[in-house]
Protein backbone atom coordinates (compact mmCIF):
# COMPACT_ATOMS: atom_id res chain seq x y z
CA UNK A 1 0.00 0.00 0.00
CA UNK A 2 2.85 2.57 0.79
CA UNK A 3 3.95 2.07 -3.14
CA UNK A 4 0.77 4.10 -3.69
CA UNK A 5 1.69 6.88 -1.53
CA UNK A 6 2.70 9.63 -3.48
CA UNK A 7 5.06 12.51 -1.63
CA UNK A 8 2.40 14.38 0.29
CA UNK A 9 1.04 11.37 2.00
CA UNK A 10 4.26 11.25 3.06
CA UNK A 11 4.15 14.71 4.80
CA UNK A 12 0.86 13.78 6.25
CA UNK A 13 2.56 10.44 7.73
CA UNK A 14 5.61 12.63 9.23
CA UNK A 15 2.25 15.38 10.53
CA UNK A 16 1.08 12.15 12.62
CA UNK A 17 3.92 10.31 13.90
CA UNK A 18 5.06 14.48 15.04
CA UNK A 19 1.36 14.91 17.22
CA UNK A 20 2.40 10.90 18.26
CA UNK A 21 5.75 12.09 19.50
CA UNK A 22 3.86 15.39 21.31
CA UNK A 23 1.98 12.66 23.22
CA UNK A 24 4.47 10.20 24.15
CA UNK A 25 6.50 14.03 25.49
CA UNK A 26 3.62 15.03 27.48
CA UNK A 27 3.64 11.36 29.00
CA UNK A 28 7.21 11.86 29.66
CA UNK A 29 6.67 14.95 31.67
CA UNK A 30 4.06 13.55 33.66
CA UNK A 31 6.64 10.71 34.78
CA UNK A 32 9.21 13.28 35.35
CA UNK A 33 7.92 17.22 34.84
CA UNK A 34 10.07 19.28 33.77
CA UNK A 35 9.39 22.43 31.40
CA UNK A 36 11.56 21.49 28.58
CA UNK A 37 9.46 18.29 27.81
CA UNK A 38 6.27 20.50 27.72
CA UNK A 39 8.69 22.81 25.13
CA UNK A 40 9.53 20.00 23.28
CA UNK A 41 6.13 18.80 22.90
CA UNK A 42 4.60 21.99 21.79
CA UNK A 43 7.50 21.98 19.08
CA UNK A 44 6.38 18.59 17.71
CA UNK A 45 2.98 20.09 17.43
CA UNK A 46 4.58 23.49 15.34
CA UNK A 47 6.40 21.07 13.37
CA UNK A 48 2.86 18.71 12.62
CA UNK A 49 1.38 22.08 11.97
CA UNK A 50 4.55 22.82 9.37
CA UNK A 51 4.13 18.93 7.78
CA UNK A 52 0.25 19.67 7.30
CA UNK A 53 0.33 22.60 5.27
CA UNK A 54 3.19 21.80 3.23
CA UNK A 55 1.44 18.05 2.58
CA UNK A 56 -1.48 20.61 0.72
CA UNK A 57 0.72 22.82 -1.09
CA UNK A 58 2.67 19.15 -2.09
CA UNK A 59 -0.97 18.01 -3.42
CA UNK A 60 -2.16 21.71 -5.09
CA UNK A 61 1.60 21.96 -6.96
CA UNK A 62 1.43 18.27 -8.07
CA UNK A 63 -2.25 18.37 -8.82
CA UNK A 64 -2.75 15.72 -7.08
CA UNK A 65 -5.90 15.28 -4.27
CA UNK A 66 -7.23 11.73 -3.27
CA UNK A 67 -9.95 10.28 -1.11
CA UNK A 68 -6.86 8.24 0.16
CA UNK A 69 -5.10 11.72 0.99
CA UNK A 70 -8.31 13.49 2.43
CA UNK A 71 -8.71 10.47 4.74
CA UNK A 72 -4.97 10.58 5.86
CA UNK A 73 -4.84 14.16 6.31
CA UNK A 74 -7.83 13.72 8.99
CA UNK A 75 -6.35 10.93 10.62
CA UNK A 76 -2.83 12.86 11.52
CA UNK A 77 -4.74 15.76 11.98
CA UNK A 78 -6.96 14.28 15.18
CA UNK A 79 -3.47 13.23 16.77
CA UNK A 80 -1.43 15.93 16.19
CA UNK A 81 -4.50 18.61 16.65
CA UNK A 82 -6.61 17.12 18.45
CA UNK A 83 -5.51 13.69 21.11
CA UNK A 84 -2.09 15.77 21.61
CA UNK A 85 -3.00 19.12 22.50
CA UNK A 86 -5.84 17.57 25.29
CA UNK A 87 -2.73 15.04 26.25
CA UNK A 88 -0.30 18.18 26.85
CA UNK A 89 -3.08 19.71 28.43
CA UNK A 90 -4.25 16.94 30.81
CA UNK A 91 0.08 16.60 31.15
CA UNK A 92 0.15 19.66 32.99
CA UNK A 93 -2.39 19.78 35.23
CA UNK A 94 -5.72 19.81 33.79
CA UNK A 95 -6.71 16.31 35.47
CA UNK A 96 -10.05 16.96 37.45
CA UNK A 97 -13.06 15.42 36.59
CA UNK A 98 -14.56 18.86 34.71
CA UNK A 99 -11.22 19.23 33.45
CA UNK A 100 -11.41 15.79 31.53
CA UNK A 101 -15.02 15.76 30.34
CA UNK A 102 -13.93 19.41 28.91
CA UNK A 103 -10.56 17.67 27.10
CA UNK A 104 -12.80 15.01 26.20
CA UNK A 105 -15.45 17.39 24.28
CA UNK A 106 -12.54 19.34 23.03
CA UNK A 107 -11.29 16.11 20.91
CA UNK A 108 -14.89 15.07 20.39
CA UNK A 109 -15.75 18.43 18.48
CA UNK A 110 -12.36 18.20 16.18
CA UNK A 111 -12.92 14.13 15.33
CA UNK A 112 -16.87 15.34 14.57
CA UNK A 113 -15.29 18.36 12.64
CA UNK A 114 -12.96 16.53 10.78
CA UNK A 115 -15.92 13.68 9.54
CA UNK A 116 -18.13 16.31 8.59
CA UNK A 117 -15.76 18.36 6.25
CA UNK A 118 -14.38 14.87 4.34
CA UNK A 119 -18.38 14.15 4.12
CA UNK A 120 -19.52 17.79 2.95
CA UNK A 121 -15.95 18.66 1.14
CA UNK A 122 -17.46 17.92 -2.48
CA UNK A 123 -20.51 19.56 -1.53
CA UNK A 124 -18.58 22.81 -0.41
CA UNK A 125 -16.35 22.71 -3.66
CA UNK A 126 -19.21 23.95 -6.13
CA UNK A 127 -18.33 24.79 -9.23
CA UNK A 128 -14.87 25.56 -8.71
CA UNK A 129 -14.04 22.57 -7.83
CA UNK A 130 -12.34 23.39 -4.99
CA UNK A 131 -13.81 24.17 -1.23
CA UNK A 132 -13.51 27.95 -0.75
CA UNK A 133 -14.69 27.96 3.02
CA UNK A 134 -14.50 25.94 5.91
CA UNK A 135 -17.44 25.45 8.21
CA UNK A 136 -15.80 26.22 11.70
CA UNK A 137 -12.66 26.86 12.78
CA UNK A 138 -10.02 24.14 11.37
CA UNK A 139 -9.15 21.63 14.02
CA UNK A 140 -4.94 23.16 13.68
CA UNK A 141 -5.72 26.26 15.77
CA UNK A 142 -5.50 24.28 18.61
CA UNK A 143 -1.74 24.86 17.77
CA UNK A 144 -2.80 28.56 19.62
CA UNK A 145 -4.01 26.32 22.28
CA UNK A 146 -0.58 24.77 22.85
CA UNK A 147 1.56 27.56 22.65
CA UNK A 148 -0.73 29.18 25.54
CA UNK A 149 0.50 25.74 26.90
CA UNK A 150 4.37 25.96 26.24
CA UNK A 151 4.14 30.10 27.55
CA UNK A 152 2.46 28.99 31.11
CA UNK A 153 5.41 26.59 31.26
CA UNK A 154 8.09 29.26 30.64
CA UNK A 155 6.23 31.26 33.21
CA UNK A 156 6.41 28.69 35.74
CA UNK A 157 2.54 28.12 35.65
CA UNK A 158 1.68 24.83 35.44
CA UNK A 159 0.45 22.17 37.73
CA UNK A 160 -0.69 23.43 41.09
CA UNK A 161 0.12 27.18 39.21
CA UNK A 162 -2.18 27.31 36.45
CA UNK A 163 -3.80 30.66 36.47
CA UNK A 164 -7.28 31.00 38.18
CA UNK A 165 -6.39 28.02 40.07
CA UNK A 166 -9.08 25.03 40.65
CA UNK A 167 -13.09 25.71 41.26
CA UNK A 168 -14.95 23.15 42.59
CA UNK A 169 -18.53 22.12 40.95
CA UNK A 170 -20.48 19.72 42.79
CA UNK A 171 -17.68 17.08 43.98
CA UNK A 172 -15.63 17.36 41.27
CA UNK A 173 -12.90 20.19 40.81
CA UNK A 174 -12.13 22.40 37.46
CA UNK A 175 -9.30 24.49 36.19
CA UNK A 176 -11.05 27.19 34.43
CA UNK A 177 -8.57 27.63 32.18
CA UNK A 178 -10.24 24.13 30.56
CA UNK A 179 -12.80 26.00 29.62
CA UNK A 180 -10.14 27.87 26.40
CA UNK A 181 -10.67 23.55 25.17
CA UNK A 182 -14.76 24.10 25.27
CA UNK A 183 -14.49 27.10 23.32
CA UNK A 184 -12.13 25.98 21.15
CA UNK A 185 -13.88 23.10 20.12
CA UNK A 186 -17.19 24.84 19.90
CA UNK A 187 -15.87 26.47 17.19
CA UNK A 188 -14.51 23.82 15.97
CA UNK A 189 -18.11 22.25 15.28
CA UNK A 190 -20.10 25.92 14.45
CA UNK A 191 -22.08 25.64 11.47
CA UNK A 192 -22.51 29.42 11.16
CA UNK A 193 -18.70 30.57 11.59
CA UNK A 194 -17.25 30.25 8.02
CA UNK A 195 -13.65 30.96 7.29
CA UNK A 196 -12.38 31.52 4.00
CA UNK A 197 -10.01 28.60 2.54
CA UNK A 198 -6.92 29.98 1.32
Not at 12 to 21: D, K, Q
Request: overall charge positive.
Amino acid sequence: MIRNFDLADFLTLANGCCGTAAIFVAMDHVREARAGKVYAAALLVLGALFFDVMDGRIARWRHHASAMGRELDSLADVISFGAAPAGLAYAVGMTAVWDVFALLYFVACGISRLARYNVTAEKLSGSAGKVTYFEGTPIPTSTLLVLLIGLLAWQGRIGPGLPFGVVHLGPFGLHPLALVFVLSGSLMISKTLRIPKP
